[in-house]
């Protein structure tokens, strides 16, 4: 029976990951649209930028405490009591990730002036780089638990909802701004701040109504032995910190790197191809997304069978998915793509084939992370995340300065394939190894 009900509780999940980045990729669009035409290239290239350095600075802790949740918490998917042990653990998490995005928040605050200069931006640039740090830090305040804590429950519709409504509300605001003619790189960057820190709020008040009353959280926390409390997890946390810094590449450090060998008008070109692709990217996104939970509860139960077709599956349906989406919205770009973005972007369709290539290679391997982890080997994911992140600046350094946009466009693509190939290939090298020493039946 057990079985059964997760079953329909994952695709439950699915459903609903698919239902929300359906939402997502609507409103994204039609937001990328509209900063696009409103601030031209030149100045979204400078938006691309400033939201880059801070993306990059908020990712250097960036412990993916979803995962971790994940991991801890599966039970919550059969019953929403949880012992006092629990409640503390789930208290340290939140505290753990909280804590650790005042130091990228401080850090950007202090030497906003010196990144300016070294990126070659306008002197009124530090404005806008403390603001979207402010807005990094409050909009990260327990993200991951929260988003951990709704899934495992079963209640992806509730992120859906969160997400799709924080879109949606940043599109209403900037359509605003651009009727009151008042949108500029700094008011943009405002709204995104506030909707935001908005979503996650909203996140929060969904897990007290629905998972669990935050007050059985907070009841009897200590920071005393926060250290050993964390030893059960310590493994996955540092190898999740690692891997957010070598996920770098991802976190806009390559609209950081080539921000100095480009016009930052190209700069705005190859930000804006890139968030086109990773707009395709949310269509199979929420497969990772709903995969982590399950793919936890069957290595727990030892169901390799069940874990070996899950993932034939899973891999069929990406590939098909990915396939047909890009299809769809390169033909969409071909055909309309200057009418929608402007004349600014019309090389637009040339990039987009270029940086497909790593999410089309991908797009059927991204139960890899999720497996590594269930198997109790995250390790799997850093080292991967690593070896393409290495690649990845030193093809950015080589391929820019002869290639301009096209070569980064390359380097991008490469590095988003390789990284999802390591961690697949071996963690399913090292789920059959497991089998036949008998770990696994």
């Not at 629905?210 to 250290?227: E, M, Q, R």
């Not at 992370?369 to 080589?398: E, K, Q, T, W, Y």
């Amino acid at each position: 029976m057990m079985r059964r009900v997760n079953r329909s509780m994952f695709q439950k999940n699915l459903s609903w990951q698919m239902l929300g980045s359906v939402g997502q990729i609507g409103c994204s669009a039609l937001i990328l649209v509209v900063l696009g035409r409103g601030l031209g290239v030149a100045e979204f290239g400078l938006f691309s930028i400033i939201m880059g350095i801070v993306i990059v600075g908020g990712s250097l802790f960036e412990p993916r405490m979803q995962d971790i949740v994940a991991k801890q918490f599966w039970t919550l998917s059969d019953s929403r009591i949880l012992s006092p042990g629990q409640c503390r653990q789930i208290a340290d998490l939140i505290l753990v990730e909280s804590i650790g995005k005042i130091v990228p928040f401080v850090g950007l605050i202090l030497f906003s002036s010196s990144l300016a200069h070294l990126l070659n931006l306008p002197t009124n640039a530090t404005t806008p780089i403390g603001i979207a740090a402010l807005g990094m830090f409050t909009s990260r305040l327990g993200m991951g638990v929260s988003l951990g804590l709704l899934r495992v429950s079963g209640r992806s519709d509730l992120c859906a909802y969160s997400q799709v409504g924080e879109a949606a509300v940043r599109l209403i605001l900037l359509l605003c701004l651009v009727a009151t003619s008042t949108l500029n790189v700094t008011s943009a960057i405002i709204v995104q701040s506030l909707t935001a820190t908005a979503g996650v709020g909203a996140q929060w008040l969904f897990v007290s109504r629905n998972v669990i009353k935050l007050n059985n959280i907070w009841s009897g926390v200590s920071d005393a032995k926060l250290t050993a409390r964390l030893r059960p997890v310590r493994r996955l946390l540092f190898s999740n910190l690692g891997l957010s810094w070598t996920d770098l590449m991802n976190k806009d450090l390559d609209v950081t790197l080539i921000s100095p060998f480009l016009a930052i008008e190209l700069v705005g070109l190859y930000k804006m191809a890139k968030n086109v692709t990773l707009l395709i990217w949310r269509a199979v996104d929420p497969f990772f997304l709903a995969m982590m939970p399950e793919l936890s509860r069957l290595t727990a139960l030892g169901q390799l069978a069940d874990v070996k077709k899950f993932v034939l599956k899973s891999s069929i349906w990406l590939c098909a998915v990915s396939m047909a989406v890009f299809g769809a919205t390169y033909t969409g770009v071909q055909i309309f793509g200057v009418n929608v973005f402007g004349n600014d972007f019309a090389q637009l369709s040339s990039l987009l084939p270029l940086m497909a290539i790593g999410m089309l290679g991908s797009a059927p391997l991204i139960w890899g992370h999720p497996l590594a982890v269930a198997i109790g080997r995250p390790d799997i994911v850093l080292v991967g995340s690593l070896a393409s992140a290495i690649f990845g600046v030193g093809s950015l350094l080589v391929l820019v300065p002869p290639f301009g946009v096209y070569g980064a466009a390359i380097g991008w693509s490469i590095t988003f394939l390789m990284n999802f190939a390591i961690v697949a290939i071996w963690s399913i090298h090292l789920l059959q190894n497991q089998t036949e020493r008998g770990v696994l039946s």
